[in-house]
Structure formats: structure tokens, C-alpha cells
């Protein structure tokens, strides 16, 4: 396993995909009862941006440090500040040191209630990890392969919560097994949010890979359900971005009903903050 994810933290995707996981938990907590939220490829947990890593990749500087110097309309600006409120808690006034990663955004929004399970396998992000969330009795960070973690944990006790689904896409079968353990653990627990987050490098491969997963969602829904069942969102920084990652995605089966509205109004703010180069857009699509 060769990524690292300190290279990424704070990048583009990274903002897009917390942003909305934010709003996702946000909804979460409107009803008293407990969730869980289940991250079956976690990181490290907290991201020192002045570290070599981060400072190689300088991918922050157009992800984070750019939504951070935005100006957003109010609307956008209000969905947005809850996860903003976030990261600024990780720093210094005025101050961008410290990106926190999917696992402490989660552990930021639960209530005493709420548990959060975080699955990585790499040792060294592992052990960063376990070091963010050390005596949190809310919080476990467990050594076990996120795919397997995928069936083995839901249901959860709670029968409420997300399920983020974030792996590195290094392996190119990794879209085959993301669907073959969707599949599993969908059929096993339907009522539950997935959060898949994937990059765009072949538009045609993605489309597939997203209506596949559409088609999983639909095959086992109920057919009187009509609510959204899939949602996917792709931003792209421009196509003219030379190297690296410029466009990516999050498909969100069982979104909340709130969440197609609130994309609307947060993807056309974001586009501008995080645009670099021509061809910068955002697609919004229910499946
Ligand atoms: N979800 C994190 C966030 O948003 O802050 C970023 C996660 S990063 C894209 C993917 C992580 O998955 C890496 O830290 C990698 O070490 C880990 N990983 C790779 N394969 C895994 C597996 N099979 N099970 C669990 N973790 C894995």
C-alpha cells in the first residue's frame, strides 16, 4: 500500500467530500435518536499542512486555503459554516496549520449518543489515528480492512447513520470490489446513507461505475419508495489543471432529503472558490 493520504489532505475533493459529510451528520442529529457513523477507510486523522508531505503536494493551497479566503453568498456561506467551524477549531486564529480528516470531522459532530468506528490499515496513519481519538469512548479505530469492515458492521445497533466509503483507488479493480461489497452490505442494511467518494480520471468508466451502483439501489428498493435513492455530485477544478487529480465525485445512496437543495445552492460557491483553470464545473444528478 503506497498512498498517503498527507499528500492529498485538504485538497479539493477533500473539501467537497467533508463539506457534504458535514451536512449529512447535521441531518443525523435532527432526531434525538443515536447513529453511527462508519468510516471504512479513515487516514490519519489529523494533517499537519506545514509537514513535508503536505507542503509537497501544496494540494491544500487550492482545496482548504482557497474556501477559506472565498467570499460565499450567505446561503452558501451559512450550509457551509458548520464544517469550516470545524477545521478553524483545528487552528489558530487566522492561522491554516492543521487539516482534520474524515474520522474527527465525524467525532465533531456526534453527540453523547452517537458512535463513530474508524477502519484503517495502513500502521503508521493508524497510529496517528489512535493518537486523535485516544480515550474517546465514543470513538474506535479498529486494524481491519475496510472492505470487510463494510458487511461485518452494518447493520449497526442503532439502524441509523453513514457508512463513508473512501479508498484510494490505486488498485484498478478497486470500482469492481467497491460494488461487489456495496452490494453486500447494501442488501443487508438498505435504510442506510452511503457516502461514496471516487476521482474522475475516465468520465465514461466513472458513469458506469455510479450507474452500477445505481442499479444495486434500485434492484432492492422498495418500488413505492419515491425518494431520491442516489445522488451523485462531480466537481471539477478545470480541465486545463496540469498533473494530479482535477475532478472528482461522491455518489450518496439514501441521501437525506435536504441534501439535493443544499448541494444546489453549496456546489455553484464552492466551483468558484476551488476553480484553477478553464473547463472548472459541477454536475448534480439524481440516479
Ligand atoms: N477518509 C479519509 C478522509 O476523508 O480524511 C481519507 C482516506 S484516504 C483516501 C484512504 C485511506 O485508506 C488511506 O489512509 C489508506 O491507508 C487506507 N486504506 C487503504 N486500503 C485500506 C483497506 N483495505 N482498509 C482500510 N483502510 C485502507
Partial sequence: MNYRHAYHAGNFADVVKHAVLTRILLYLQEKPAAFRVIDTHAGAGLYDLTGDEAMRGGEWRDGIARLLAAELPDDAASLLKPYLDIVHAYNAAAELRR??????????????????????????????????????????????????ALTAYVPPNERRGVVLIDPPFEDKR????????????????????YAIWYPVKDLRATREFTAEVARVVAARSSQASRDVRCLRFELSTGDAVEGGLHTAGLLIVNPPWTLQGELKTMLPALSRALRRAQGARFSLEAL
Avoid: H, M, N
Fill in 99 to 148: 487539516y482534520p480528516g474524515s474520522p474527527l470531522i465525524a467525532r465533531a459532530l456526534l453527540r453523547p449518543q452517537d458512535r463513530l468506528v474508524a477502519c484503517e490499515l495502513e500502521p503508521s496513519a493508524r497510529r496517528q489515528l489512535i493518537d486523535c481519538l485516544r480515550r474517546d469512548r465514543q470513538a474506535r479505530v479498529v486494524d481491519l480492512d475496510g472492505w470487510t
Fill in 174 to 193: 478497486e470500482s469492481e470490489r467497491l460494488i461487489e461489497r456495496f452490494s453486500a452490505a447494501f442488501a443487508k442494511w438498505p435504510t442506510g446513507i
